[in-house]
């Protein structure tokens, strides 16, 4: 914990990474205001303040900022984010905050090939010209969604040729953002946040099979078999394009990063997705194969 303890705007509590930072800083008395869209969704935790804003709506947001000195702002999702998120730290800077810690992702760059990471590049770009302290969080993809990675009949098809990828679960996330969050020497960072093994997707069938008893496999996929074996999903252009381009980015290396970041900041080794496999059968529920 901080020496002294500042009031900390949290984003996103109504949500799987907010709402653990949110339960996190009420076990630890850190004084917070929650943000939510909408009150009655507003998690119960014990001491915190809870407001009514969302990011398009700056003047909510202006005034649920009031008196904030650290914002946690965790990104949202859809089309319209980035000027949601552009209109969240406008609203920051009018507000006074001063420092924004914002979930960006791994290996953003104006050409990033996994088309959100090209988003929360402009989103810090935005962050960076507002002349706050800031701190951006780059995690790598959730190891809690990479059971929904296989299909029920236990494969994993996609378009990342033999390339890598280190999941990091949103606990081990959770934690990083706790430390960035409540203690000094941050300002100006970007930390890359992924686990301790980097597996191609062979490997990660490997290690599903041995850790559930179920068998799977990768199949790789061209780009034009992955954009026709999603259609059924009706997604839209954006929901697709960022679909494909995750495999894409994994076949590209962008996805190969192993950082020290979890380690260090918390104290404690990232999960592996033996251990998250162990920990949440619930996980894997839809993987319907018979048993090997
Ligand atoms: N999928 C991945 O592997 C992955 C990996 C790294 C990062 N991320 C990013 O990390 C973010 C957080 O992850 P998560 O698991 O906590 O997602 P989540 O459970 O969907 O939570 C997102 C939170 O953000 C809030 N939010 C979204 N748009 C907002 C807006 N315009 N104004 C105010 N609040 C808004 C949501 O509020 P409501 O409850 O009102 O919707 C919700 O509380 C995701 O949004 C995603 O961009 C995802």
Redesign the pocket.
């Known amino acids: 914990m901080a020496t002294s303890a500042p009031l900390i705007g949290v984003?996103?509590?109504?949500?799987?990474?907010?709402?653990?930072v949110a339960a996190r800083f009420a076990a630890q008395g850190q004084p917070q205001r929650l943000?939510?869209?909408?009150l009655a969704?507003a998690p119960q935790i014990p001491g915190a303040q809870i407001v009514q804003?969302?990011?398009?709506?700056g003047p909510s947001m202006r005034a649920a900022l009031d008196g904030i000195q650290i914002l946690f702002l965790?990104?949202?999702?859809?089309p319209g984010?980035l000027e949601?998120h552009y209109s969240?730290i406008d609203a920051a800077v009018a507000a006074g905050v001063e420092r924004i810690v914002y979930?960006?992702?791994?290996a953003t760059a104006p050409q990033a090939t996994f088309t959100?990471a090209r988003e929360?590049y402009l989103t810090e770009q935005h962050i960076r010209a507002s002349g706050k302290r800031y701190t951006f969080l780059r995690?790598?993809?959730?190891l809690?969604?990479a059971p929904r990675w296989f299909s029920p009949e236990g494969v994993i098809k996609g378009p990342a040729g033999n390339g890598t990828i280190s999941?990091v679960s949103?606990d081990n996330?959770a934690d990083v953002t706790i430390a960035v969050l409540t203690t000094n020497g941050h300002d100006g960072a970007s930390y890359e946040i992924t686990g301790a093994q980097a597996l191609t997707l062979a490997e990660a069938a490997e290690q599903f099979s041995r850790a559930t008893g179920l068998p799977a496999s990768y199949q790789p996929e061209t780009l034009e078999e992955a954009r026709a074996s999603r259609a059924r999903f009706n997604p839209t252009d954006w929901e697709l394009e960022a679909w494909v381009s995750t495999y894409v980015a994994i076949a590209t290396g962008e996805m190969s990063v192993i950082s020290h970041t979890v380690q260090a900041l918390t104290g404690h080794a990232p999960q592996t997705l033996a251990d998250y496999l162990h920990q949440h059968p619930e996980s894997y529920q839809h993987v319907t194969v018979t048993r090997l």
Do not use: I, K
Not at 74 to 78: A, K, L, M, P
Not at 139 to 142: C, K, R
């Open positions: 984003t996103g509590s109504t949500g799987q990474l907010g709402g653990r943000l939510v869209r909408d969704r804003a969302s990011y398009e709506d965790v990104s949202g999702y859809g984010r949601h969240a979930t960006s992702f791994l959100h929360h995690p790598t993809f959730y809690d969604r999941w949103r996330l």
